[in-house]
């Protein structure tokens, strides 16, 4: 709050000048950003359904989309809110009667196809920026290929070579014998692997919902492009995709509640280093977090607490049922009461 203050206070020619921008935004581009971001949304939902799909449980888009909206604004409520938004969405599928092992490799399988989706728009947008701008904002992108290159060269290694899976199988059976909770980590991730691998194996069935990942972004970048439509800024398509993956890796680390200054901060930084006024830039910034961040609270609190009372009511009605069921069971008692027979 201090640093935004005092940010606010050395920058305030920029800020009024944007507020002037934003003051005469264009209605019908910022309704065209309005449903980018909704379909962004529903393409996010779309992966977690399919993934349920393809471990035998069909769920409505809506209900889906619902929970994913909610869970978004878990996420942006709190320091670190990815966690919470993660453990609240696996206690909602579990509730709805899908097993945890399912719900566990749905939400890490989703995670895995966001990272590798994020990762392949960040190629698109370094190739597309070329060596424009600073250096500093193209060592990030070097940086992650780099890592996505060391993580995909180790899965081929444990997928293609025995040697190579000898030896780390060696090295993890030697810490679980001396480590019991290392011994339940296994015990947990080879189930995992085992739901995994009856999730329809091949490449084909994979790249919809890989597809729909990358849909996800690129419709949230869309709506940061379409923000500045609305505002009459010329869009710098060289630095755009990169500005916005960029941001979004630096938004991961959810240091403050819904990444409030960091990415402010971090996308107003990277369009002016691509050329963009300082004002448009905060300007573009501000209408952008409005709609795919403050909108989106009030609406994602509401989907929360319709998600909550209707899980409830799942649960007691499972629950009746139950009891129902092992009342016809164990059949008609004697009149009397027992012992009366």
């Known amino acids: 709050m201090a640093a935004a203050v005092l940010v606010a206070l050395s920058r305030r020619h920029e800020l009024v000048e944007a507020y002037h921008l934003i003051a005469r935004v264009r209605l019908p581009q910022l309704a065209v950003a309005m449903g980018c971001e909704a379909m962004s949304l529903m393409c996010f939902a779309a992966v977690q359904c ?64 966001a990272a590798l989706s994020l990762c392949t728009l960040l190629v698109i947008g370094a190739l597309a920026a070329g060596s424009t701008g600073p250096g500093a904002v193209v060592r990030p992108a070097v940086g992650a290929l780099v890592l996505a290159l060391g993580t995909g060269l180790v899965v081929l290694g444990l997928s293609r070579f025995a040697g190579f899976r000898r030896v780390v199988r060696h090295a993890w059976t030697g810490a679980a014998e001396r480590s019991r909770r290392i011994r339940q980590a296994e015990e947990a991730l080879a189930r995992l692997v085992d739901q995994a691998r009856t999730v329809r194996p091949g490449f084909r069935p994979w790249l919809r919902p890989f597809a729909y990942a990358v849909l996800n972004w690129a419709f949230d970048a869309a709506c940061l492009a379409s923000c500045l439509w609305a505002l009459s800024i010329g869009v710098p398509w060289h630095g755009l995709l990169l500005s916005y993956t960029l ?91 027992p012992g009366t027979a």
């Open 50 to 113: 399919w993934l349920l799909r393809a471990g035998g449980v069909i769920w409505s888009m809506r209900r889906m989309t619902a929970i994913a909206t909610a869970a978004n604004a878990v996420a942006g409520a709190l320091p670190g809110g990815a966690a919470f938004a993660a453990a609240w969405t696996f206690r909602q599928l579990c509730r709805r009667g899908v097993e945890q092992v399912l719900a566990a490799a749905v939400l890490v399988v989703a995670g895995a196809l």
């Open 247 to 337: 941001t979004q890796i630096t938004g991961s680390l959810h240091l403050t509640p819904g990444n409030l200054g960091v990415f402010e901060a971090s996308l107003s930084a990277l369009l002016i280093a691509f050329g963009m006024q300082p004002e448009q830039a905060i300007a573009a910034t501000l209408l952008y977090r409005i709609i795919s961040y403050w909108a989106l609270q009030p609406i994602g609190w509401a989907s929360w607490t319709g998600v909550t009372l209707n899980a409830a009511g799942f649960s007691r009605s499972r629950r009746n049922r139950t009891d129902a069921h092992a009342g016809r069971r164990d059949g008609p008692r004697p009149p009397g009461g």
